[in-house]
């Protein structure tokens, strides 16, 4: 009798071990499920990117390191809110000069703009909701490339081309002249692009500043 005594002690007890081990762990067992839950909800709440760029600082921080910009007027303008900014807010001032150009293309109602470029520039006020001009600038290290870049102009975005030539040609005629001269715009893009020529022969570097806006 004693020792059915003790062995049916000693099965209580192992019971009661195996008990408290299972509820072990059913109790660590939630923790797991909240530690997973919380990964899962962590993973999911990452920020969803886009293929356009935004303008707040961490945006600007991106195109910076990336040297790649796509800006968004396939509606005909560039909302604040698109990029990231407030409504009151102004545009930031890109400048690469120290790090390399920037492949920026601007997406227009009915093509895009592209070109490489250490600046870029966006203009408004504290009262419109959008950009009133996105401007940014060319530059060529000889007369023939800076021509070929107005051509490009005129076959890309309908630039005048008989405005364009005459300019040309009168530049070729004098290559060591100085002209600050403005482009009829183009348009066929949806948007106005505007070349405002900056000619300096006496310089090694010529520029272009493409003005962007809304057709009005």
């Known amino acids: 009798m004693i020792r059915v005594r003790r062995r049916g002690r000693l099965a209580v007890l192992l019971t009661l071990v195996l008990s408290l081990g299972l509820a072990g762990c059913q109790l660590s067992h939630p923790n ?8 899962q909800s962590s993973q999911g709440s990452t920020v969803t990117t886009s293929e356009f760029s935004a303008l707040d600082a961490a945006g600007v921080d991106q195109i910076r390191s990336s040297k790649q910009a796509r800006l968004d007027m396939s509606t005909g303008s560039l909302l604040k809110s698109a990029v990231q900014l407030a409504g009151d ?33 966006f203009n ?31 076959q890309r975005y309908g630039i005048d081309s008989q405005d364009t030539e005459r300019w040309i040609k009168s530049v070729k005629d004098d290559p060591a002249s100085k002209s600050d001269y403005s482009l009829t715009s183009g348009t066929s893009t949806g948007l106005d692009v505007n070349y405002d020529l900056r000619y300096d022969g006496s310089k090694g570097t010529q520029v272009i500043i493409v003005h962007v806006s809304p057709r009005v």
């Open 32 to 39: 797991s499920t909240a530690q997973t839950s919380q990964a």
């Open 89 to 121: 807010s102004y545009g930031p001032e890109i400048n690469t000069q120290d790090a390399g150009k920037i492949a920026l293309t601007i997406v227009g109602p009915k093509g895009e703009i592209k070109g490489d470029t250490d600046r870029i520039r």
């Open 124 to 154: 408004t006020t504290d009262a419109r909701t959008d950009f009133s001009e996105i401007t940014f600038f060319l530059t060529a290290e000889s007369l023939d490339s800076y021509v070929s870049l107005l051509r490009d102009g005129v």
